[in-house]
Structures are given as C-alpha cells and as structure tokens.
C-alpha cells in the first residue's frame, strides 16, 4: 500500500475512510430535523468560531467543513440535544486541515 503525504501519512487505503484520522477536511451537508437554530449552535460549538465563519445555513441543514474522525461526534451532540439526523453527505476533500 502506498503511504500518502497526508499529515500524519497514512496508507493510501484509510484515506475517506472511518479509518482516517489524519487532519485532511471535507465538506460535509448535515440535514437535520429542528425548528430553532438548536444544531446550528451544537454543530458552532465544536467545530469553533474560526469554522463556523464559514458554515453555511440551508432549508434544512448545515454545509461546513470538517475533518471524518469528528462526524460520529457532532452527530451524537446533535441526538443528545434532540435534533434529528436525517443525512450526513461528504461532498469533497478540501485543502485546509483539521487543528
């Protein structure tokens, strides 16, 4: 398997992966169930305010960027706080890292 220059380098096979926990970020749609701005503000605070300049709000959910590893963790903030997940979509790689 290849090692890539993924910081730190990982092989090839986990990168996009549930096995990748380098600091590469996505563009992530997460549709959700809410009639406040509830999972906005879950979703702001763990990713932070340098991020959150950049999310952007849709009918139904949130686009924004984001490393793979940190999915499973907004998701259960979210069910936590009583916001119904109806999809999470990765879109694309992007070219700023995850710190």
Known sequence: MKLTD???????????TPKDYTNDMYRYYFEVGESKSTAQIIIQSYI?????QEMISLP??????LAIQCVPDIV???V???IGVYQVVRYAKTNNEWS
């Open 60 to 65: 139904h959910g949130y686009e924004f960027e």
């Open 48 to 52: 932070g305010p340098e991020k959150s």
């Open 6 to 16: 993924a910081k730190p380098p990982y092989e090839s096979t986990e990168i996009g």
């Open 80 to 82: 936590k706080g009583g």
């Open 76 to 78: 259960s903030d979210l």
